[in-house]
C-alpha cells in the first residue's frame, strides 16, 4: 500500500524562540504554549486524513535535544526528523529526500502555524500527487509564502534563489517549477499565525466572523487556549 508522508515543519515550542514575533504581543510564554496549540492541530488535521488513503505523520523538527518535546505534543504514530540545512530551502529538500528514502510514494511538507489547515486540502494535496505524472503541489498563503508543497521527487531546482520570508515565495516557487517543465496543482489559500494581525484572524475564523477563511478545521488546542486566555489589547 502506498503512504504519503505529510511532515510538519516546526521548532520546539520554548518561551524566547517560539513565535517571537507573536511574543511581543502576548508574551514569551503565552506565544510558546500557543505554538504548541498549532502543532497540535495540524497534527491533529493530518490524523483526520483517512488511513485508507495511506499517510504517515512527521515531525520535522529543530532544535537537535528537542526530541521529548516533540513526543509529547505530536500523536504516537507520528514519526520524528531532524531539520537539516542552513535555510528553509534546505530543510525542505533534506525533509524530501530522507521521507521518500524511508518508502513513501509522496511528501507533503506543511508548516506548523496554521493550526486549522482544512483536512480536505491535505487529501486533496495527497490524491493529486497520485495521479501519473511528475509533479508539484502548491498551498499559497496569505503572506505570499506557502503553507504546503507536495512532491513526488526530490527537485532541488524548487528551493534555489528563493527570497524566503518575503511575500514572492510562492510565485518564486511555481517560477522554479516551471523552468523544470514540472506541471503545477495550486491549492486554495491558506494562512500562517505569525503575529498579532494573524491572530486575530484566527479568533476571527475561529468566533464563525471570518470572511475570507471558511470550512477550516476545528482546531480544539487554539480553541481552548484562545478562550481562556486575556485578550491583547487593539
Known amino acids: 500500500m502506498s503512504v504519503a508522508a505529510i511532515g510538519i515543519i516546526c521548532k520546539a515550542p520554548q518561551p524566547g524562540r517560539s513565535k517571537t514575533r507573536l511574543a511581543t504581543a502576548i508574551g514569551e510564554v503565552a506565544a510558546s504554549e ?24 512527521y ?54 502555524d496554521s493550526p486549522t489547515l482544512p483536512p480536505r486540502l491535505l487529501i486533496q494535496a495527497v490524491e493529486t500527487l497520485r495521479q501519473p505524472g511528475d509533479r508539484m503541489v502548491l498551498g499559497p498563503a496569505s503572506d505570499g509564502g506557502y503553507y504546503l508543497i507536495g512532491l513526488k521527487h526530490p527537485h532541488g531546482h524548487l528551493f534555489r534563489r528563493i527570497a524566503w520570508g518575503t511575500e514572492t515565495v510562492a510565485r518564486s516557487t511555481c517560477e522554479r517549477a516551471a ?31 471570518s470572511t475570507r477563511f471558511r470550512g477550516g478545521g476545528f482546531a480544539a488546542a487554539s480553541r481552548a487556549f484562545i478562550r481562556a486566555a486575556p485578550q491583547p489589547s487593539p
Not at 45 to 54: F, K, N, T, Y
Not at 87 to 107: E, K, R
Not at 179 to 198: C, G, K, M, Q, R
Open 34 to 57: 500557543l505554538s504548541a496549540c498549532f502543532l497540535r492541530d495540524v497534527a491533529a488535521a493530518i490524523e483526520a486524513v483517512p488511513e485508507a488513503l495511506g499517510r504517515r505523520g
Open 59 to 112: 515531525g520535522v523538527y529543530a532544535p537537535a535535544g528537542a526530541e521529548d518535546i516533540m513526543r509529547e505534543l505530536l500523536p504516537a504514530g507520528f514519526g520524528l526528523l531532524l531539520q537539516a540545512g542552513d535555510d528553509l530551502g534546505q530543510v525542505l529538500l533534506g525533509a524530501t529526500h530522507a521521507l521518500l528514502l524511508a518508502g513513501h510514494d509522496c511528501v507533503l511538507l506543511v508548516n506548523g
Open 179 to 209: 523552468e523544470i517543465d514540472l506541471a503545477t496543482t495550486l491549492l486554495p489559500e491558506w494562512y500562517d499565525v505569525d503575529d498579532i494581525e494573524t491572530l486575530r484572524w484566527l479568533q476571527d475564523e475561529l468566533a464563525g466572523r
